[in-house]
Nanobody
Framework: VQLQASGGGLVQPGGSLRLSCVASGGTLSTRGMGWLRQAPGKEREFVASIRADGGKSYYADSVKGRFTISRDNDRSTVSLTMNNLQPVDTAVYYC?????????????????WGQGTQVTVSS
């Protein structure tokens, strides 16, 4: 399975973006999925995660209420809708897969990673 993330770009503070992650060569329907990010000079951090059936989601406190994770298992796609973006959200965003159906807050729980998409929030 390969994960391909897209949808990043340059946006002004207060703006919105929608990231998408498509799985090819397999399915992600039985696996917990997550979005994680890494800002320059910082460690990779958890952003959001979703259970395999889409019935439970997890969010970092810093994005709760602004970001929404969703999935379409029929299309092998996981999305991250980001609203009210701020400069602190600037980072490379990665989608990643777990070996289990539950989501997770922990970066180390993800074993399969996409290539990342750059999100820059600046005026």
């Amino acid at each position: 399975v390969q994960l391909q993330a897209s949808g990043g770009g340059l946006v002004q503070p207060g703006g919105s973006l929608r990231l998408s992650c498509v799985a090819s060569g397999g399915t992600l329907s039985t696996r917990g999925m997550g979005w994680l990010r890494q800002a320059p000079g910082k460690e990779r951090e958890f952003v959001a995660s979703i259970r395999a059936d889409g019935g439970k989601s997890y969010y970092a406190d810093s994005v709760k209420g602004r970001f929404t994770i969703s999935r379409d298992n029929d299309r092998s796609t996981v999305s991250l809708t980001m609203n009210n973006l701020q400069p602190v959200d600037t980072a490379v965003y990665y989608c990643a897969q777990r070996a289990y159906s539950e989501g997770s807050y922990y970066v180390s729980d993800y074993y399969l990673w996409g290539q990342g998409t750059q999100v820059t929030v600046s005026s």
